[in-house]
């Protein structure tokens, strides 16, 4: 494999200049899918592909193409990329970094003046967050042919607007069939967003799986009433019931073991009171595990608790699916040129689960897919503080053009 590395600075001036876009003022990034700040930092990247000379195409649910063209043109492409939305409090590395560190390996196959047999594909993923709609990942799945076009584009989000009409606002409802590009492989480059290869000084993460993930939106309605009149024993108290359910997910992870985690990660209150009792309540629960069969056996005791929760308390509770995606095994071969590509660099590797979604988790399901992975300072991710050190960026990035050379040589 060929030696040549990406520049740190070049890098880091790319990402620097696209985490501008949504900046707030602790430092961090908003760029909520199909925001303004989304069209901006597509804009924004679309000019980047062109410069680079790529054929740029953009799909019926917005998903960004841009192509390198290969010797032999009707050859499948390879396909790196990821995505550049972002969650409301996020980070300038997450998701953006795999998508213009590819455009950085392209860069360099130019400047180095390498012609390759395959087509080299980066891609920009719409909604990989799932912040405003759900699920996450839905570009990368409808992409995949997981979700039908029109119930993507027939989504409601959090604050009311459909995807499909905010799509079009903002320019990027494309004519490219979706699902038209099928690749070779596609590897995607990512920060950990979890503390194991710093902890354990390994520069190069190899993803060999990914969590299985389970969202449910859980409505209880119960009672109002006076809160300094009504017994305890006499109320319907929503919020107290949605507290239970907080407190008997992270018992019930910790008690599966074995990689489980649970997480309420928004619950609301109403009237939302201090002296009145809570009529309703809306929480979120995310399950997740590697293990197909474990993951099932935690949302069956999560749905027993939640029915012997409502005759307890007098309370109505209801259920609703807002993404349900089972744990995914990545390419063995394409987790060895990785390993290989890192050892030629005289880096250390790990092999590691990913706790977190990834577009490659549905590439997955119409090519060989895998992912690498560098080091997140703190285990931060999701957070303005979110780090990675411009030589762990670019060694990543090496990494990457090290198996794209090997892959798109195929």
Known sequence: MARQAIAEDRLLARLNEHGAIGATADGGVCRLALSDADRAGRDRLVAWMRELGLAVQIDAIGNIFGTRAGTEPGAAPVMVGSHIDTVANGGRYDGNYGVLAGLEVLRRLDEDGVHTRRPIVVAAFTNEEGVRYQPDMLGSLVHAGGLALQDALDTVGSDGTRLGDELRRIGYAGELPVGSIRPHAYVELHIEQGPVLEAEAAAIGAVADLQGISWQEI????????????????????????????????????????????????????????????????????????????????????????????????????????????????????????????????????????????????LARICPAAMIFVPSAGGLSHNPREHTSAAELAQGASVLLDVVRRLAAE
Not at 286 to 300: F, I, K, M
């Open 219 to 362: 409505v209880i309605r119960g009672q109002s009433n006076h809160a300094g009149t009504t017994p305890m024993r006499l109320r319907h108290d929503a919020g107290h019931a949605a507290a239970a359910v907080a407190v008997f997910v992270r018992e019930l992870a910790l008690r599966l073991g074995a990689g489980q985690v649970a997480t309420v990660g928004r619950l609301e209150l109403q009237p939302g009171l201090i002296n009145v009792i809570a009529s309703q309540a809306t929480l979120t629960v995310d399950l997740r595990n590697s293990d197909e069969d474990r993951l099932r056996q935690a949302e069956a005791e999560l749905q027993a608790f939640l029915q012997r929760l409502a005759e307890q308390e007098g309370v109505t509770i209801t259920a609703r699916r807002l993404a349900r995606f089972e744990p995914v095994v990545f390419d063995p071969r394409l987790l060895r040129l990785i390993e290989a590509a890192a050892a030629g660099r005289g880096l250390a590797t790990r092999r590691m689960t990913s706790g977190a979604g990834h577009d490659a988790q549905m």
